[in-house]
C-alpha cells in the first residue's frame, strides 16, 4: 500500500497562509445559518428527502451538553453541573425530541453511522447510555454493519466501563487527551495521568473496538517542545488508530472558561509553532498518514483507505468514510444536514427544554442551500478531501462550464500556485506537498461569503 503525500512545514508559508479560516466541516458555515430557517423549513426539507428516489442513509449524532467541571480552553457548547439528575432530565427530553423527529423519515431509511459528542457523552451513566441507545433503536433502524462511535473523557470511565460500552454495541472511540503534562493539565483544569489513559486505551483495543482516535492539543499554557514531545511519544507508545492534533485558539473575549488561564502562561508564537513542526515529524516518522488538516491515522484504518480511494468525505464530525448520507442530530445546538438544508437547535439546554415541553421542534435557524451554494460546497469538499480539483468533471457533475462560471477563482489562484501551495494543471489542479497544511486556505478562494481578499474577519480560527 502507497504512502500518502507527507506534508511540508514551511515558517513562511505559515506566516502568508496560516491565518484564520473555516473548517469547512459545512459549506455555507455556521454562520451563515439566519432564523427565518425554523421548524417549518426543517420539516419541508426532511419530506422532501423521502420523495427522492433512492432517499439516503442515515448518521446520527447526539449532543450530551453535560460536564462535571470546566476545561478552560473548551469552546464547546456545555454545561457545567454535578447534579445527580440532570442526565435523567436530558433522556426524557431526547425522548421528546425523537418522538417529534423520528416519525417523519421513512423507517426503510438505515441507520449507517452514529456519533455522540457534547460535552462529555461519559457524563451519563453507563445504564443512562444503555437507555439513549435503546430510545434511538427504537425509533430509527440500524444497518448491522453501523459505525458507533462516542467521545470519553478518561478520567469518567474505566476499563469495566469499557467492556460495557462495547456491549452495548460501540465500535468507535475517540479519547480527549489534550496532554499529559501534569503542569499544563493543571492549567486548564482537566487531571488525568499517563496510566489512566493507557488502561482505557488498552481496554477498548482488548474488547474489540475497531477504530480508537486520541484528541491531542497544541498551543495550551505551560506547553513546551520537550513537554509535548513526551506526550506525543506516549500516545504513539499506545498505538492508537487515529490522532487527531488540534490547534487551540485563545479567545477568551468569546469563551468565558478560557478567562481562567493566565495569559503569561501561553506559548509564544514560535514555541507553539515548533511544537507543532517536531510533532508533525514524528507522527509521521512513526507511520502515521496525514490525512488533511489535524487528522493523522494508521495506513491501515479504514480513513485512510477512505483517502485513497477517494471516497473520504467532510461533515461536522470532521473526515469521514461515510457519504451520502443524511446527518439528523439532537440535542441542544446539534446541526442537522438533511439533503441541502441544515438545521441548528436551539444552543441553550433550557431553550431546546422549553421547546420540547411545548412540543415543538427546537430548530433556532438554519439555511437552505441555493444551486450556487451547492456547486460550491461540492468543489470545497473535492479540495479539502482529494487535494485536487478537475474542473471539467465539477462541470459535468453540475451542467455548467466551470472555466466561464469560476473564471475570477482560477484568476485567484495564481498566487497560490506561485508559491508552490498547488500545481495548475491543463483543466485544474493538485495540491502540493507544500500545500498539504493550507487546505482550507487554498478552498477559501471558492468561498463566496468571504471578504474578496479572503479575510475571515475574526470569525474562524487559524489554519496553523
Not at 460536564?67 to 445527580?84: E, H, K, L, M
Not at 473535492?382 to 468533471?393: H, S, V, Y
Not at 472555466?403 to 489542479?429: M, N, S, T, V, Y
Request: charged content about 25%; glycine content about 8%; overall charge negative.
Amino acid at each position: 500500500m502507497s504512502e500518502l503525500m507527507r506534508p511540508v512545514f514551511d515558517a513562511d508559508l505559515i506566516e502568508k497562509y496560516g491565518g484564520e479560516g473555516p473548517r469547512y466541516t459545512s459549506y455555507p458555515t455556521a454562520v451563515q445559518f439566519s432564523e427565518d430557517f425554523g421548524p417549518a423549513e426543517y420539516e419541508a426539507a426532511i419530506a422532501e428527502s423521502n420523495r427522492l428516489p433512492m432517499p439516503a442513509g442515515l448518521s446520527l449524532y447526539v449532543h450530551v451538553p453535560f460536564c462535571a467541571s470546566p476545561c478552560f480552553y473548551c469552546a464547546c457548547n456545555r454545561v457545567i453541573t454535578r447534579s445527580t439528575t440532570a442526565g435523567q432530565e436530558f433522556l426524557v427530553n431526547l425522548e421528546k425530541e425523537l418522538r417529534l423527529v423520528a416519525p417523519r423519515f421513512d423507517r426503510d431509511r438505515p441507520v449507517r453511522q452514529l456519533h455522540l459528542g457534547g460535552g462529555t457523552p461519559t457524563f451519563l451513566s453507563t445504564e443512562q447510555i444503555r437507555q439513549l441507545m435503546a430510545l434511538l433503536r427504537t425509533h430509527f433502524r440500524f444497518a448491522p454493519d453501523a459505525e458507533l462511535g462516542l467521545e470519553i473523557d478518561p478520567r469518567t470511565v474505566d476499563p469495566a466501563g469499557i467492556r460495557e460500552l462495547r456491549k452495548i454495541g460501540f465500535n468507535r472511540l475517540s479519547i480527549g487527551v489534550q496532554d499529559l503534562d501534569p503542569e499544563v493539565q493543571k492549567a486548564v483544569n482537566r487531571v488525568h495521568d499517563t496510566a489512566m489513559v493507557a488502561s482505557v486505551l488498552g481496554a477498548a483495543r482488548g474488547v474489540g473496538f475497531e477504530s480508537i482516535s486520541v484528541d491531542l492539543i497544541y498551543g495550551l499554557p505551560l506547553q513546551t517542545t520537550t513537554g509535548f514531545s513526551r506526550t506525543v511519544e506516549s500516545i504513539i507508545h499506545m498505538n492508537p488508530d487515529r490522532i487527531s492534533l488540534f490547534n487551540y485558539a485563545h479567545l477568551p473575549h468569546l469563551f468565558k472558561a478560557q478567562r481562567q488561564i493566565q495569559d503569561d502562561q501561553m506559548p509564544s508564537p514560535a514555541t507553539k509553532l515548533a511544537i507543532f513542526r517536531n510533532t508533525l515529524a514524528r507522527l509521521l516518522d512513526a507511520g502515521y498518514e496525514f490525512i488533511g488538516m489535524d487528522h493523522f491515522a494508521r495506513p491501515d484504518d479504514s480513513l485512510v483507505k477512505a483517502k485513497r480511494d477517494g471516497s473520504m468525505v467532510r461533515n461536522f464530525q470532521g473526515y469521514s468514510t461515510h457519504g451520502g448520507l443524511d446527518l439528523v442530530s439532537f440535542g441542544p445546538s446539534a446541526i442537522s444536514q438533511v439533503g441541502d438544508s441544515f438545521a441548528q437547535n436551539h444552543r441553550k439546554l433550557e431553550d431546546w427544554t422549553v421547546s420540547l415541553i411545548e412540543d415543538r421542534l427546537p430548530t433556532a435557524r438554519g439555511l437552505t442551500r441555493s444551486s450556487d451554494d451547492h456547486i460550491r460546497a461540492d468543489i470545497i469538499e473535492r479540495i479539502m478531501c482529494n487535494g485536487a480539483l478537475d474542473f471539467p468533471a465539477v462541470g459535468r457533475a453540475h451542467g455548467l462550464d466551470f472555466e466561464q462560471c469560476f473564471a475570477a477563482e482560477i484568476q485567484r489562484l495564481q498566487p497560490l500556485a506561485d508559491d508552490r501551495l498547488i500545481e495548475l494543471q491543463e483543466h485544474g489542479f493538485k495540491v502540493t506537498e507544500n500545500g498539504l497544511l493550507f487546505l482550507r486556505a487554498i478552498a477559501k478562494t471558492f468561498d463566496a461569503y468571504l471578504a474578496p481578499a479572503g479575510q475571515s474577519q475574526g470569525r474562524f480560527s487559524r489554519i496553523v
